[in-house]
């Protein structure tokens, strides 16, 4: 089981490199990997495990994340509306790829954490608003989505670990909360 012991932080060089594609049919170690990235996340979002296992709370993980330098990433985005128990969005993805964005760029109101990053970065993070994704679930499907706002922004978050980039990477130096005309700042 995956726990926070696992999870490396900045200044390990797997953070900063690109991830390499896997292969399909997956191995058994590609597919175990997922299904225990996806279980560090319910596990994370889990008040009670979440204490005894002393997790931080997450909505995405990188295979890169805990030492692994492969294109695998787990999502686990919670619904927004307390009243669902069902996830806005939640898939392993294999060798994720962006298709197509939209020019409208949008970033969260409180700014961005990681799970990699043990201290506070203030500032805007801006990213594309809406994207097309296309990924392999782990049964070897090829998935054509579409995604906006949060499950959006987490999953650039993730895209960017695959490729050796960190939220902070996108804050501006000189004014961490400069915003272009047109963001749509989520909240
Ligand atoms: O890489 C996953 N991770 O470090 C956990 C936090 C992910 C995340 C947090 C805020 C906005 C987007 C994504
Ligand atoms: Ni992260």
Request: net charge negative; aromatic share 6%.
């Amino acid at each position: 089981m995956i726990t926070m012991d696992d999870i490396i932080r900045e200044g390990r060089p797997t953070l900063r490199k690109v991830a390499e594609e896997v292969t399909f049919p997956l191995s058994d170690e590609d597919k175990k990997l997922g299904k225990e990235m996806m279980e560090f996340l319910e596990n994370s979002q889990d008040p009670q495990k979440a204490e005894e296992l002393q997790l931080r709370g997450g909505v995405g993980l990188a295979a890169p994340q805990v030492d692994v330098g492969k294109r695998i990433t787990a999502v686990l985005v919670p619904s927004m509306d307390p009243d669902s128990d069902e996830p806005e969005f939640k898939d392993v993805l294999y060798n994720p790829k962006i298709l197509s964005h939209s020019v409208q760029q949008a970033c969260m109101g409180e700014g961005e954490g990681c799970l990699s990053v043990d201290r506070d970065v203030a500032g805007y993070v801006v990213r594309q608003a809406r994207i097309t994704l296309r990924y392999y679930n782990a049964e070897g499907e090829k998935k054509k989505i579409r995604l906006k706002n949060y499950p959006a922004v987490v999953v650039q978050h993730e895209l960017d670990h695959l490729n050796g980039v960190l939220f902070y990477d996108h804050i501006n130096e000189d004014n961490p909360f400069a915003l272009n005309e047109g963001v749509l700042v989520i909240e």
